[in-house]
């Protein structure tokens, strides 16, 4: 869909990203909805367009083993560290078109609006299209930023998509070697910073009538696939008592994490998947799998949330008679965005007229994989409807993507001043 501008407006750097965000949303797996998984033919076209976006901004683009798209806009001293910036560009299924992309192709426009002033700076800019992060398709996330930061564990390659596809296979096919995913590992220090622009996904923002915020600090998760296994039997012939019904033992965890979850700021339980498979009507249900994602700003709560969590699992297993395989599926602490960079995001919103606003992150990101081998900071751009995200309801304003591309522009171009300042 282009968007036909009247000679009234004049198209703003808003108007190119939200445009572009809309073009890319073409480029979905399901009719009607945006789901983009990891190295499907939707993902193929859209990493496709975003290396086109980046060359046409004067930056050259590799691709790395694990399928992430790196543009690279050189500076004065190539061998100055680098400033990265990115975000993902899969989706969850059924969700919104800004989550990740705004943070790729935000960059994209800001560095094609220095290309044509010919302006380049004393460090060379990578934007990272990061390649798979919401860990859809093969339950384990970060997988490209993971990559760069060199933290990428090989067992995910066995991991097995819904049509029993393992991640080295689906690699393969996409013409990506397994084998090569070590040499995307950035080189140690050569990441000066990395600094992600993202939608909030909350509504902190717009209820306080904000359109930019600086994080803080990423919150850690813990991610779980579980099976519980009863035994399948006759819904019209088993009492009640003598059951081992599965889907029961789940609906009692499930309202245990919820339970265990809503008495803590910042601390969130959610079962997101939830499976009888080859289940029927008149079946008592023998087996259920189910995910499970808790999450909070403090390690400690997260943890202690998930010692009482597993524990109450076997106690409901033992006494309804059920099985229980709880497989951890993806774990990371919380993540700190580094002081010197808040102080510069802050900095460049004041410049821009805009109120300083820090918040913590409930929600994951790349930054939080890349902060185990550079310092890292966030800048949220307010969300509409509610804060709404995962959800194709997600939407944000043209205004707010000029606002966050002039503040991003600023940041970038004091950034040389504010990486001296702390050696
Ligand atoms: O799950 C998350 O927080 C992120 O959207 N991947
Ligand atoms: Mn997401
Ligand atoms: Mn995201």
Redesign the pocket.
């Known amino acids: 869909m282009s968007l036909t501008f009247t000679s009234a407006i004049q198209p703003t750097i808003g108007h190119e990203i939200m445009e572009r965000l809309h073009l890319l949303a073409q480029y979905t797996e399901q009719d009607g909805m945006m789901t983009r998984t990891y190295l499907t033919p939707a993902h193929r076209g859209a990493a496709g367009q975003i290396a086109a976006w980046m060359r046409d901004a004067g930056m050259t683009v590799r691709r790395d083993a694990v399928g992430n798209v790196i543009g690279r806009y050189e500076g004065h001293n190539a061998d100055a560290s680098v400033l990265m910036t990115g975000s993902h560009f899969d989706t ?1 299924r059924n969700g919104g078109i800004y ?1 990740g992309l705004l943070g790729i192709l935000l960059p994209i426009s800001c560095i094609a609006n220095w290309h044509k002033q010919g302006l380049r700076f004393p460090f060379p800019i990578e934007v990272a299209a990061f390649s798979e ?3 859809v398709r093969f339950k384990a ?2 997988l490209g930023s993971r990559a760069i930061a060199g933290t990428f564990q090989q067992s995910v390659l066995d991991h097995v998509d819904e049509l029993g596809i393992t991640m080295r296979d689906a690699m393969k096919a996409a013409d990506f070697n397994p084998l090569q995913i070590s040499a995307a590992a950035a080189p140690r220090d050569s990441i000066a910073a990395f600094v992600e622009v993202h939608i909030e ?1 909350g509504p902190v923002l717009l209820n306080e009538n904000l359109a930019l915020g600086v994080v803080t600090a990423i919150a850690g ?1 813990t991610r779980y696939m579980l099976e519980l296994e009863g035994i399948a039997g006759h819904a019209g012939t088993v009492p009640m008592h003598m059951r081992h019904d599965a889907a029961m033992a789940a609906a009692e965890f499930a309202l245990f994490v919820e339970q265990r979850c809503s008495h803590t700021p910042e601390l969130v339980g959610t079962i997101g998947q939830w499976t009888v498979p080859n289940g029927a009507t008149n079946v008592i249900p023998g087996r259920v799998v189910l995910s499970l ?1 808790v ?1 909070a700003g403090d390690d400690a709560q997260r943890l202690s949330a998930t010692a009482d969590i597993t524990t109450e699992l076997e106690r409901i297993c033992t006494r309804r008679g059920v099985r229980s395989t709880l497989k951890k599926t993806y774990e990371t602490s919380s993540a700190v965005c580094a002081d010197w960079l808040q102080q510069g995001w802050h900095a460049s919103l004041e410049r821009n007229g805009c109120t300083m606003r820090s918040l913590p992150s ?4 790349d930054a939080m994989a890349i902060a185990s081998v550079a310092p890292i900071a966030m800048l949220f751009v307010r969300c509409g409807n509610g804060g709404i ?2 959800n194709p309801a997600e939407t944000m304003a043209v205004e707010d993507a000029t606002l966050a591309s002039d503040v991003f522009m600023d940041f970038v171009e004091h950034f040389d001043a504010l990486n001296k300042n702390t050696v």
């Open positions: 969850v989550d992060e919401e860990g996330p970060m996904q998760a994602d999450r409930g929600a994951g990101h995200s995962h």
